[in-house]
């Protein structure tokens, strides 16, 4: 791959715009890292989708070998009667939340119906286990392809070694401290420092790519009986395929979180030059201004 | 700039626009056709996992569930049935017929009489819930080799006696990769007593690296055959027939 040498740091063959002349283009992106980035996100889409229709067939999460009721669940989401009224009702461990509207009981066609997920957070909206399940596993499979595509590039290219692995001085209390204090300011990195993934935005790329999906990976495959006979060390690993269920939810729930925030960021920090760069490669860097 | 006016609102809305037209390719039927690709590539994938035909886990005796949950049927409605419980399954007749060299027609006293199995293993619904039972009975594998397979079959059906709620037959296929695997049992024993109506009295077959709706209850019949087109509606089981995966190892 051609692409493979372009580091961040090396300045793009037209390194400015006449109209801005102290601006200066980086190219930021792979080819392969642009395109399967939005593989990702088209399979994160359905995937998160479909899940959440899965999950309404039983919705309730337990610990451990086996679980089949609403009794010693982590979590549930169903409705429940409470003083003589349907409720909505989630439930978390000791916790008990009233969700009615949009977890536990919500409206289909104006009725109000006894779901988990609300019909505007599934595929289908309407209640069709095959169907979730199908779009799932069709879109599991893709993701695992560009994943392995993506995974292969990384360190083949140096990709990870270069941009993600985080350096002595980058994990100091510290310098984390300053960087959280900008982030919740808003103040985004410019000039010398803009060409690099700050350590924040390291540590949570590194999170994703390297315990979060592949943990989405294994605590599914964990599911399946078929592949149980396979690796039955994954029913050891995880503690189980209930227990694999429940680290399967709380992840694709921690990752929507990383997604709700990556959303927040590249709109905050320039939405146009951010989803450019993710598009065509090229990343603009505004200058530091003048002390 | 296009890009510059969409706002978070913006794609808060274009998500929930996306997601309605998921409902139009779910609708669209080689939309569907095509995303069944999926099923085929899990199916040819484990089977090269699993060629060496490893065991499911079996469990330990304190790993049993307190309760097995009973899904789907839980005792079927028809005088037939209800006939043979009130007689304790005496009548009962399990037949192995289609392209088998020597049809046989069998007794429960009889499957009973033969080389059992024992096994504690999980039964996983496709709903997601899980329970784990101790399951008794023949192998399948030891009956078909009582009753020999003619070439070319590739399938045993199950007929089972249960009508379901839209008033079609229960029915169920497994091919022979997974009929002759030591674990495929006819199971009429679960958890050391003899097997309760609600869980498919008294034969329940139990194939135990496949989803629940596969473990087949309530069978009358095991057929050979080289094709699923003629049974049902083609796609090789109840729920099959109603979209579901013929191949259910995940």
Avoid at chain 1, 16 to 28: D, T
Avoid at chain 1, 42 to 51: D, E, K, T
Avoid at chain 1, 164 to 191: C, M, N, T, V
Wanted: charged share 20%; with cysteine; proline share 5%.
């Amino acid at each position: 791959m051609t692409d493979a040498s372009a580091a961040p740091q090396t300045p793009a063959p037209a390194a400015s715009s006449p109209a801005n002349p102290a601006r200066e283009r980086i190219y930021r992106h792979s080819r392969v890292v642009r395109i399967t980035h939005w593989i990702n996100a088209i399979c994160l889409f359905f995937l998160v989708a479909s899940g959440a229709q899965i999950f309404n067939a039983f919705p309730a999460l337990h610990w451990g070998q086996a679980g089949h009721d609403y009794k010693n669940v982590f979590l549930s989401m169903r409705a429940e009667t409470v003083n003589g009224q349907a409720r909505g009702i989630t439930r978390i461990g000791p916790i008990q939340l009233d969700t009615t509207g949009v977890f536990g009981l919500s409206r289909n066609n104006g009725r109000f119906e006894n779901r988990a997920f609300p019909t505007w957070m599934t595929i289908p909206s309407w209640r069709d286990l095959a169907a979730g399940r199908r779009w799932h596993f069709f879109f599991a499979w893709i993701f695992v392809a560009s994943g392995l595509v993506y995974l292969v590039h990384g360190f083949t290219s140096r990709h990870f070694a270069r941009d993600l692995s985080l350096k002595k001085d980058e994990i100091k209390p510290r310098h984390l401290w300053q960087e959280i204090a900008d982030h919740a300011r808003l103040r985004f990195p410019k000039g010398e420092a803009a060409k690099r993934y700050n350590t924040l935005q390291k540590l949570a790329y590194g999170g994703v790519v390297f315990v979060l999906l592949p943990l989405m990976l294994l605590t599914g495959l964990t599911m399946s009986p078929g592949f149980n006979a396979v690796a039955p060390v994954l029913l050891d690993l995880f503690g189980g395929r209930q227990s694999a269920r429940t680290l399967h939810f709380i992840s694709a729930f921690l990752l929507v979180g990383f997604i709700v925030l990556h959303l927040a960021m590249v709109i905050l920090s320039g939405l146009a030059n951010n989803i450019r760069s993710m598009i065509k490669g090229y990343y603009e860097i505004e200058p530091e201004k003048p002390a | 700039m296009i890009i510059k006016s969409l706002s978070r609102r913006g794609l808060i809305l274009g998500g929930a626009a996306s997601l309605a037209g998921c409902d139009q390719l779910q609708q669209n039927q080689s939309v569907t056709d095509f995303i069944r690709v999926g099923e085929n590539l899990t199916k040819s994938t484990q089977r090269i996992f699993l060629s060496a035909q490893p065991l499911a886990r079996e469990f330990k005796p304190s790993d049993i569930s307190p309760t097995f949950r009973a899904n789907g049927t839980t005792s079927p409605s028809t005088d037939e049935y209800q006939a043979h419980v009130s007689t304790g399954f005496s009548e009962w007749r399990l037949a192995i017929f289609g392209m088998v060299t020597t049809p046989a027609t069998l007794t429960l006293a009889q499957l009973k009489a033969m080389p059992a199995r024992t096994q504690i293993t999980r039964h996983d619904c496709v709903e997601g819930w899980s329970a784990i039972g101790q399951w008794t009975g023949v192998p399948l594998r030891t009956l078909l080799a009582q009753t020999g397979v003619t070439t070319g079959a590739r399938f045993a059906v199950m007929h089972c006696a249960d009508v379901m709620n839209d008033g079609a037959r229960y029915y169920e296929s497994i091919d022979l990769f997974d009929a002759v695997h030591p674990q495929t049992i006819l199971a009429y024993d679960l958890n050391g007593k003899t097997l309760p109506v609600a869980n498919g009295a008294p034969l329940r077959l139990r194939v135990e690296r496949q989803l629940g709706y596969k473990q087949a209850k309530y069978v009358t019949g095991i057929e050979l055959a080289n094709s699923l087109a003629k049974f049902g509606g083609g796609r090789g089981g109840y729920w099959e027939d109603r979209g579901y995966e013929w191949y259910a190892g995940i």
